[in-house]
């Protein structure tokens, strides 16, 4: 059962600037809702019941929070639009959760976080960075899941030259046309590195035995804790992982170019 998603949100969002020197980049609109309510939304329809942000500071926070504010509006003009995002806000705030991490040291490192919280043997963790739209990306997943009992990795073929923006993973056994057992996955590699074209793309199923290995995990790539190297030391203890080439289309949201294309993709829809 998976009912815990975990979304980390502290990151600095250099990408993303001069917009994230004021803004939590997850809070900016894309075709007029902000980022994170897409993630949000995507999460309630595949059934998760509680989501734990990880955040660095108190604006997000705020942004789900502002109950006298809204109030106080709503009081004086009775706004029919007003009142409809409010109660909107107000079913997410219910199965919001925070923990905070202070020091940005990676996915890795945010995931550490939630630790205590986590109930369940898997849950799903969603990097807010990457819209999946027109298709559900977790629902599918949570159904591979319960079909092969496995962790679960979002994935993508990529251009070869690109490989180094993303994990890379090599391929162990086809299981069917989108499902693929995980050999091996490696955080960004050169090209002359990178052991596919198959990018891990941020949305996983992950067993909760993956704190063991993020408590003793080292730095990796540009000095960051990886989630993708604790999975790469669970697959070497055996663990299965499969990679979950879904359907949906895909927005880069985290990178200027990707961010200012995603609202122009959605406002098609
Ligand atoms: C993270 C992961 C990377 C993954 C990517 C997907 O990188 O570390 O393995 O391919 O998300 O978006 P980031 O985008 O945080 O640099």
Not at 54 to 62: A, D, E, G, R
Not at 228 to 252: P, R, V
């Amino acid at each position: 059962m998976i009912k815990q998603a975990i979304i980390p949100l502290a990151g600095l969002g250099t990408r993303l600037l001069p917009l994230t020197s004021v803004f939590a980049k997850e809070l900016l609109p894309i075709n007029g809702k902000p980022g994170i309510e897409y993630i949000i939304d995507e999460c309630i329809e595949a059934g998760i019941k509680e989501i734990i942000f990880i955040i660095s500071n108190k604006m997000i926070k705020n942004y789900f929070f502002n109950d006298v504010f809204f109030k106080k509006i709503i009081k004086k003009k009775k706004d029919k639009r007003i009142i409809r995002e409010y109660k909107k806000i107000l079913k997410y705030k219910k199965m919001i959760k925070f923990v905070y991490q202070n020091k940005p040291l990676g996915t890795g490192d945010a995931v550490l976080k939630t630790k205590k919280y986590i109930k369940n043997d898997y849950f799903l963790l969603l990097l807010p960075d990457d819209l999946i739209v027109k298709k559900n990306c977790s629902k599918a997943m949570i159904s591979v899941h319960k079909k092969y009992k496995s962790s679960i990795i979002a994935s993508m073929n990529v251009s070869k030259k690109n490989v180094s923006r993303w994990g890379i993973y090599s391929i162990k056994k086809k299981i069917d046309k989108r499902n693929f057992l995980i050999n091996d996955v490696i955080e960004k590699p050169s090209v002359k590195k990178a052991p596919s074209n198959k990018a891990v793309i941020g949305r996983y199923i992950l067993p909760k035995i993956i704190f063991n290995n993020l408590s003793k995990q080292k730095a990796g790539k540009g000095g960051e804790i990886h989630i993708t190297d604790a999975i790469q030391s669970l697959i070497k203890k055996h663990q299965k992982f499969i990679g979950h080439n879904f359907t949906g289309k895909y927005l880069d949201c985290g990178t200027m170019d990707g961010y200012i294309k995603s609202s122009l993709e959605i406002a098609k829809i």
